[in-house]
């Protein structure tokens, strides 16, 4: 493999290439041959990874020469494009961290609902930039294959191709999903200035809404249910009315003896509750906001995305009433029931529960979350226009648990990890930027813990996370000593692959498997050389897969072949199947494990994109098999399981179907890595 031109970009410390935060790195290279992949050369500090104790895998160490960075992604922000948090407010996407909470979406009974997440990753890259224009007057600057939610899927900002065809894009009109950005969608994260007004109105609402049924003997301030956060900041606030003019009131507070709270540390006196609860002659807006923000911290609730605060005192309510009509909220007044509280309930969705808590913020954290709330979209979501702007501009990016986050009120998808493309034995690297760490020193470094006295001579398994005979195995040569290290101390190991680079280490394989138990097990998910292009872009045909795994019988060595995924109502007949049993059985491998696909959240939006584009007809049936999550139907497992036995039996392969429970490992030891491995690949 011809390796000129190559790129140095970083010598580790801060260049823009390189992974920040990357122990160990030597150098990032690029190189012509590698188009949009760039290596970082590490030097790690172990080879032998433990498999977790609660996997079902049939071994429990692993190699890992190479790993492919989950960062590797091109949907990517601008830097001052503000991220919805869980508490309601917003933060720059530059300014997010890891374990920051955000929202995203699920699918919940049927139907995409807002909860809570969590920022797993962040970094930034530089990417030509694209402006997005909504007709509500929102611009989001993107990278051009960032992907925004809309009513008819995931779509990229901007028209291209991708390995797997033509990519869908936004368009003039289309309608994306999210809670819009009414109001400036949200408020900042950080502690915003409340006028004087603002806080006597908040004190009034806390106050009030504590009580109950107004301020009576029968209750005290503050009551055992009133939340920390409210409390705080009425301690800030009363600390600070002390030194405010009086109200002009209409009347006083009612029969209640005025009471005080103690003064924080430092404070030179504190305001008597009485002076803060009288209604003020004229409500402006920031005594409105206070008192509704006040009331909402004491008495709120927030349902689904929906909130409501429910008092007995008919005053109160109406107060409330009139603040929401003041600052333009929709609302509903409940009937009260006979010995109930009356409700007043704010309408609109997340989008008015959003502007609610940027004009008012309320202190409280849990009355504060759209989790639960349906996820819709909005006249101010259309698409006006979309325009490259010319420029390569500093870009940023996050993953979440749920794979996507709200930017700029609207559903924006996240990196891809690695494993939510690796349902259908995808290089990840054919499809992204790949960022790929290469551990130089990984075969010194397994010598030295091979020869250790507390090695136990265990099976290691590779390809159990990133393919060992990647396409950069032809530049590097990890193999070669790996192998050599695991035979020269008595360690059986298996390789799982894709890449006919294995072609060039048969001797080396065929001596090793002459002083331990070596096996070797290749994927092959269909002979369709059209659709396998499409659905395995970057990796080598099925004849080459073929021809190596004949090659593998050829030098004396056992071959088993892992068929999967196999796709429902596409590659799933019993002649496509036979046919390709047949030749794998013709290439001489002696045993083949068939599986179903999986698809794993991320991975079903990519692929049900794909269907929807190529086989419309088969969007449906595919909801239907896999309406219960990741796994297929298990009646449709069952009768796979069924139909591949007896193809099994005829072309003399001793593996293994999917039946309806989990994949199973296949014996003897080492085993081939099962359909389970190949999603962490």
Known sequence: MRWDGQQVLDDGVGGAEALPGLRGLLR???TPEFAGTVFHEVEAKSALNRVPGSSPMPFRWTVNPYRGCSHACVYCLAGHTRVLLADGRTLPI???RVGDAVVGTEMVDGRRRYVRTTVLAHWSTAKPAHRVRLTGGTELVTSG????LTD?????VAPGWCRTGRRPHLRHGSALLGPGAAGGFGSAAHDRAHPPAYRQGYLCGLVRGDTGSGISPARTFPSEQLELEALGRAHHFLAEAAHLPALAAVGAAGPWEPGRIPPPPGSGGIAPIAHVTRW????????????????VDASGQVTDGELSVAHADEQVIGKAAGALHRLGFRFTVDAAAAGSARAVRLRGGPEQLLRFLRETDPAVSARRSVAGAPVAGGADLRVESVEPLGVTAAMYDITTG????VAEGVVSHNCFARNTHTYLDLDAGADFDSQIIVKVNVARVLERELRSPRWERESVAMGTNTDPYQRAEGRYRLMPGIIEALARWGT????????????RDLPLLTAAAADVPVSLGVSVALVDRELQSRLEPGTPSPAARLDMVRRITDAGLRCGVMVAPVLPLLTDS??????LLGRIRAAGASRATVLALHLRRGTREWFMEWLAREHPGLVEPYERLYRRGAYVDPEYRRALGERVAPLLRRHGLGGAADTVRAPQPPAPQPALPTAEQLTLL
């Open 28 to 30: 990032t290279v690029r």
């Open 94 to 96: 530059a300014e997010l």
């Open 145 to 148: 294959e960032h992907r925004f």
């Open 152 to 156: 008819r899927g995931w779509r990229h």
């Open 280 to 295: 003020p002659e004229h409500a402006g807006d920031d005594w409105c906001a206070g008192f509704l923000a006040g009331l």
């Open 402 to 405: 749920t794979g996507d986050f």
């Open 492 to 503: 059986p190991f298996s390789v799982l692959t894709k890449g006919t680079v294995l072609s």
């Open 574 to 579: 019993p002649e496509a199947l036979d046919a």
